[in-house]
């Protein structure tokens, strides 16, 4: 397949995930969309209908690539024959930017449908690194890493959250994509406080944001769960702590994620709105 160059930067403006039944209302009417992002494990094919459309908007929007099967923090090798797969599709898309988890999802041969989070010690951070090193030397290019949702704390860990990352960040060069309702969903699961949380994030790394919604449950002691389901509008808290955040760094590119119970365009469009106009705000509040 011929290279595609379109569109190498990312618009400080809204986002969504594409979903192939909003190809034809993202041509027709984007609203206040300005950029799309694409799960790259659905694009390393070989041609076809998907491959064709994604050529097609990739002539009007700039494209986002975020992977969710690298398994960066996982304890063996890269997968050689999925980050193969990969290049090639980062080589042909040449896409804006490319991202991936802080998180592992494989053991051994297994792939496992979940992003697992990791204990936050010297011998993870040295896997980490080692994994982004190899990745970024692979593609040719720099990564953003996401934080995770978690819902367990582990005891073994010696650094915060916002350090583990931060360190990383320093050691391979890395930017960082700010999950906010990650964020938000980790705070309420170990009750920690969201806000102290990215007053310590290293916020001036963070090169894009993503938005979601979430679902609560209870554990087996009754207490509140949030799941990170991204099947639902944004919930208010987290738009808050987006607020938080632009109001410190300015305007971001901020993806709105929808991967299940996908809404009709209109439903999805609003909530890219209310992202762009909340960026609007925020970039006259903000010092030049």
Known sequence: ??????????????????????????????????????????????GGRQLAQLRHLAEHFPISVH???????????????????LKTLVDWLNPAMFSEHLAWSTHDSAF??????????????TRVVAHINEAQ?????????????????????????PDFIREVARRTGCGL???????FISATNLAFEALEYLDAYPLALVEEIHLAGHDEDA???????????H??????????????????TGPRPALIEWD?????????????????????????KVPA
């Open 260 to 284: 299940n119970d996908v809404p009709d365009w209109p439903v999805l469009e609003a909530e890219a709105a209310r992202a762009t106009e909340q960026m609007k705000r925020a970039a006259q």
């Open 1 to 46: 397949m011929p290279e595609l160059h379109h569109h190498n930067t990312l618009p400080a403006g809204a986002g969504v995930g594409y979903k192939p039944q909003h190809f034809q209302s993202l041509l027709d009417q984007p609203g206040a969309v300005s950029w799309l992002e694409i799960h790259a494990e659905n694009y390393m094919i070989d």
């Open 67 to 85: 992977g969710v099967g690298a398994s960066i923090g996982g304890e063996g090798r890269l997968d050689p024959e999925h980050m193969a797969r």
């Open 112 to 125: 496992l449908n979940d992003l697992l989070p990791v204990p936050y010690t010297n011998e993870t951070l």
């Open 219 to 229: 554990d087996e002691l009754g207490r509140k769960l949030l799941i990170d389901s």
């Open 231 to 248: 099947g639902k509008p944004v919930d208010e808290p987290v738009w808050a702590l987006f607020d938080h955040v632009i109001s410190r």
């Open 137 to 161: 030397d692979l593609l040719g290019r720099k990564m953003l890493l996401e934080n995770p949702s978690s819902y367990l704390a582990f005891a073994e860990s010696t650094w915060s959250e």
């Open 177 to 183: 994509l700010l999950d906010v309702n990650n964020v």
